[in-house]
């Protein structure tokens, strides 16, 4: 059974930078696409960044993008959320996911992905 375990959340102020890290285990990581979501207060969970097998391709959420920097280790199973700039709107419990290869996903939603952490609160407040 595939687990993930997320760590690295935290309470940071606006402008700071957190990094956030998914160690898997009980899988053929190098086998799984990796992503990241996040939920917020009365929000639901949504896509934040997705990184292929390989780690060449990396797509994020337009609110994200340029300051968020996904990554993985295939030699250490772990999954990384490099975060800078942080906003007060990134407030959120930040949910690491592993998603078996299949055609006709897009790895952009919750359903795409069979393995989930118990996420990491990040807040980000002054």
């Known amino acids: 059974q595939v687990q993930l375990v997320e760590s690295g959340g935290g309470l940071v102020q606006p402008g700071d930078s957190l990094k956030l890290s998914c160690a898997v285990s009980?899988?053929?990581?190098?086998?799984?696409?990796m992503g990241w979501f996040r939920q917020g207060p009365g929000k639901e969970r949504e896509f934040v960044s997705t990184?292929?097998?390989?780690?060449?391709?990396?797509f994020y959420a337009d609110s994200v993008r340029g300051r968020f920097t996904i990554s993985r280790d295939n030699a250490s199973n772990t999954a990384s959320l490099q975060m800078h700039s942080l906003k007060s709107e990134d407030t959120a419990v930040y949910f690491c996911?592993?998603?078996?290869?299949?055609?006709?996903?897009?790895?952009?939603?919750?359903?795409?992905?069979?393995?989930w952490g118990q996420g990491t609160q990040v807040t980000v407040s002054s």
């Open positions: 990184i292929s097998t390989d780690g060449v391709r990396r």
């Open positions: 009980g899988g053929a990581f190098s086998s799984l696409r």
């Open positions: 996911a592993a998603g078996n290869l299949a055609s006709g996903k897009n790895y952009r939603s919750t359903k795409d992905y069979e393995y």
